[in-house]
């Protein structure tokens, strides 16, 4: 009899023993605390689990999960190249190697007689992942160099892909996409406790609690559903802590962060027509300020909050190091955010998505980009 998905799932996690977690390179909260959730569960089983994420860097807002800090921003050597020498008969007496004009040579000297062509082989290890698990991803380019870097080892290696969006492009061996779940922190518990609900012990119930409060905007978004409001009661009952979780994502910020955020406020601008809100921050708002680049990451869930009407928040920031605009359109309607921007090479999916305009000064990106949205909202 055919195995169903649960029982795939299992069988796949019982029988790999190293495994690589990843996701989007343009990823929110949900998607990394859904890793890390996946990460501590499957320590548990004993199993390596390395999370990794293209040009990862860690904001302050997630530092308090547990592992966060262990997440990497590149995967590495997948795999060693081997050289093998045949010594049974002409021994070993001295080996060195020098570096010249970009190519390595390898001196042998053997202790008797001498060595051919025909004693040497060469081979190269597995990849050093037997198993990878994609989360909240719409697609693999989306991984950025995770993918675009490592295709063979994409395409040698199983792929577990878990996905709450319909824009989803069933890239998995295995593709666990529930459209009516509110995040992938929902669908990840799901998997967790029909595998081994004991092994949901606090920093994972912590992990996926988070999940759940970034994914929704801390329940306010349209997808949360009954089911959601339960799986949050149950990781309360394995040890999540709400109090804490809200305090680290929405109430602690550094001084720098709020210094930025004054600035995005001051430079706010409504739309009640198309229910657009935007902002714009300057280079010199980052100098001022003392934030960095990474201090953006809570100025579009703020807009947010403090402009519930909008359904569409624009953020518009010159880069605090490098000559060209950044922009971040976050989208709650039945539009897609990446097709809106598509114009302007945008990646993300359809909620979020983010782009980059060079060339021009950032009133005049401010302006044309306004008025393409608003051409795209009355289509």
Request: proline share 2%; glycine share 4%; with cysteine.
């Amino acid at each position: 009899m055919a195995l169903n998905q649960t029982e795939q799932l299992k069988k796949l996690l019982e029988e790999k023993k190293n495994i690589l977690i990843t996701f989007k390179k343009h990823f929110d909260g949900d998607a990394l605390a859904s890793a890390l959730a996946l990460k501590l569960f499957l320590e548990q089983m004993k199993k390596r689990a390395d999370v990794v994420c293209d040009n990862f860097v860690l904001s302050s807002q997630y530092s308090f999960l547990k592992r966060s800090k262990k997440i990497k921003s590149k995967i590495g050597d997948l795999h060693q190249f081997i050289i093998t020498l045949d010594t049974e008969k002409s021994g070993l007496s001295e080996l060195s190697y020098d570096m010249k004009d970009e190519k390595l040579r390898i001196f042998i000297t053997p202790k008797t007689g001498y060595i051919s062509k025909d004693q040497i082989k060469t081979s190269q290890t597995e990849f050093k992942y037997d198993l990878i698990i994609v989360i909240d991803t719409p697609d693999l380019v989306s991984l950025g160099n995770i993918y675009t870097d490592h295709e063979d080892f994409f395409y040698s290696t199983p792929v577990i892909n878990i996905d709450h969006k319909s824009t989803n492009e069933h890239f998995g061996a295995i593709n666990v996409i529930d459209l009516p779940a509110s995040t992938s922190a929902e669908i990840v518990y799901n998997i967790l406790s029909d595998i081994k609900e004991e092994f949901i012990n606090r920093h994972v119930a912590n992990a996926l609690l988070t999940g759940l409060i970034a994914g929704t905007n801390s329940f306010k978004k349209k997808k949360v559903r009954p089911q959601t409001l339960n799986v949050a009661s149950k990781l309360v009952d394995f040890g999540a802590d709400r109090s804490f979780i809200i305090k680290n994502l929405y109430q602690t910020k550094s001084i720098s962060t709020f210094k930025l955020w004054g600035a995005a406020l001051s430079n706010l601008q409504h739309d009640v027509t198309h229910g657009l809100v935007w902002t714009t921050l300057t280079r010199d708002d980052f100098v001022r300020s003392g934030a960095e680049r990474k201090d953006l990451d809570t100025i579009v869930d703020e807009l947010i909050t403090t402009s519930p009407e909008a359904q569409f928040i624009l953020l518009l920031n010159e880069h605090p190091q490098e000559e060209h605009i950044e922009g971040t359109l976050r989208i709650l309607p039945s539009h897609h955010a990446t097709n809106i921007m598509k114009k302007y090479g945008a990646e993300g999916d359809e909620d979020e998505t983010t782009f980059k305009i060079t060339g021009k000064n950032l009133k005049d990106v401010e302006n044309e980009i306004i008025e393409h949205i608003r051409g795209e909202i009355q289509k």
